[in-house]
């Protein structure tokens, strides 16, 4: 007799998923099709299981999870089932990578999902330092786990600041210097939250909602990244104004190669 589809769900999730807590509680923010997609990623060998809950956003939860291999590996999920797609559609408007999707929430959420993949891809380019991507599937991204050997991940900077701030500070401009000229892609959500401290090194994350320099907002967008930051290195007690970093940022942006 041919499996139920209901058994079938059930079944991958309890394959794919080590956690009972994570097992139980999956369908209450993902859909189906979120496990059809962990079953491609898992026929592709990019992942063996998901074994625990990194965090919880609004938006998204991260997961730890191994690959075939036994590598440690990041997968962000983002919510079918209780996100905010209005918020979304004002960075995928706009961006002409993403003209052609369709509107309906689920589609929405899955180009959400390419756009991040896309976005680290670019920054990577850049030579930002930011999560290597690996694959896209559906509502799902995978990328390398930023963390320490034994599988703990890396703090953010709100929670673990890096103590050189003039190092931060010269790295971090210069790394929204290259994204701008190099990835033509502003951020649009950086601040100690969306950096994390690896062993003292800063690691650019959370790339879904960067917009490309010719997005109508692009210019709003990269102030707000710019005041973040340097109220950030204020509250430090490395003040700087955002005018200040502004301009930081365009005598860096004009040492950047040509493309
Ligand atoms: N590649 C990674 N390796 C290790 N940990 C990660 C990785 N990516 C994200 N994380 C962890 O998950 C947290 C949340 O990730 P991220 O900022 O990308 O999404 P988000 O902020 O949850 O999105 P939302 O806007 O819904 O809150 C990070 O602060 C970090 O602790
Ligand atoms: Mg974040």
Known sequence: MKEGAENQYARMIKEYISEEKIQKTFNQVFDHETILGLHELAEKGMLEKIEHVISTGKEAQVFRAIDVAGNFRAIKIYKTKTATFRQMEQYIQGDMRFEKIKHDPRSLINAWARKEFKNLELIQAAEVRCPHPLGFQKNILI?????????????????????????????????????????????????????????????????????????????????????????????????????????????????????
């Open 143 to 259: 990328m390398e786990f930023i963390g320490d050997e034994k599988g703990n991940p890396a703090l953010n900077l709100k929670e673990n600041p890096i103590t050189d701030l003039e190092l931060l500070y010269d790295t971090v401009t210069e790394y929204v210097a290259r994204m701008v000229e190099r990835a033509n892609l502003v951020h649009a959500d950086l601040s100690e939250y969306n950096i994390l401290n690896l062993h003292q090194e800063a690691i650019i994350i959370d790339c879904g909602q960067g917009v490309l320099k010719s997005h109508p907002e692009a210019k709003t967008f990269y102030e707000r990244d710019v005041q973040n930051l340097a109220n950030y290195f204020t509250k430090m007690g490395y003040p700087k104004t955002q005018e200040e970093m502004l301009k930081k940022i365009k005598e860096k942006r004009e040492k950047q190669p040509k493309r």
